[in-house]
């Protein structure tokens, strides 16, 4: 399937989807790791005020900073963009599961983590899609 200047659509669809989630990424994950003794208590209530628990989180915010590296790798070079939807696909579907084990098991969390899930599930429904497009 083609489209004006014969870039196939799956290829800009491919690519949008990186591009978008690597810039919704970078926020979260530098919210998660420079100031969260600042950022996720003013938006989820809880406190960030022990070593252990900042450095978990500033691994956190390691993990989607490189995500995101990868999600843009595989959208601006071809031949990486296969393993970065990929690699999107089970981190989206990997949280997306993790938040809904404890929405059945905790309840209904903050608005923001529930549209997250939400997104998240979207997403990487999305990308898995679009590789297993690639395999027909």
Same mark, same amino acid.
């Given at each position: 399937? @083609?489209?004006? !200047?014969?870039?196939?659509?799956?290829?800009?669809?491919? !690519? %949008? $989807?990186?591009?978008?989630? #690597?810039?919704?990424?970078?926020?979260?994950? $530098?919210?998660?790791?420079?100031?969260?003794?600042?950022?996720?208590?003013?938006?989820?209530?809880?406190?960030?005020?022990?070593?252990?628990? !900042?450095?978990?989180? =500033?691994?956190?915010?390691?993990?989607?900073?490189?995500?995101?590296? $990868?999600?843009?790798?595989?959208?601006?070079?071809?031949?990486?963009?296969?393993?970065?939807?990929?690699?999107?696909?089970?981190?989206? @579907?990997? @949280?997306?599961? #993790? =938040?809904?084990? %404890?929405?059945?098991?905790?309840?209904?969390?903050?608005?923001?983590?529930?549209? %997250?899930?939400?997104?998240?599930?979207?997403?990487?429904?999305?990308?898995? =899609?679009?590789? @297993?497009?690639?395999? =027909?």
């Amino acid at each position: 399937m @083609l489209t004006t !200047k014969g870039i196939g659509t799956n290829e800009k669809l491919e !690519k %949008s $989807l990186l591009i978008f989630a #690597g810039i919704v990424l970078i926020p979260i994950g $530098l919210s998660y790791g420079i100031v969260p003794e600042i950022s996720l208590t003013g938006l989820y209530g809880f406190s960030v005020d022990t070593l252990n628990l !900042k450095h978990i989180f =500033r691994g956190q915010m390691g993990l989607c900073i490189g995500q995101t590296a $990868l999600y843009f790798l595989g959208a601006f070079q071809p031949k990486f963009r296969q393993l970065a939807l990929g690699a999107l696909v089970a981190f989206m @579907l990997g @949280l997306a599961a #993790g =938040r809904c084990i %404890s929405i059945v098991v905790d309840g209904i969390p903050h608005w923001a983590l529930t549209f %997250s899930a939400i997104a998240e599930i979207v997403m990487g429904l999305i990308g898995l =899609r679009l590789l @297993l497009r690639e395999y =027909r």
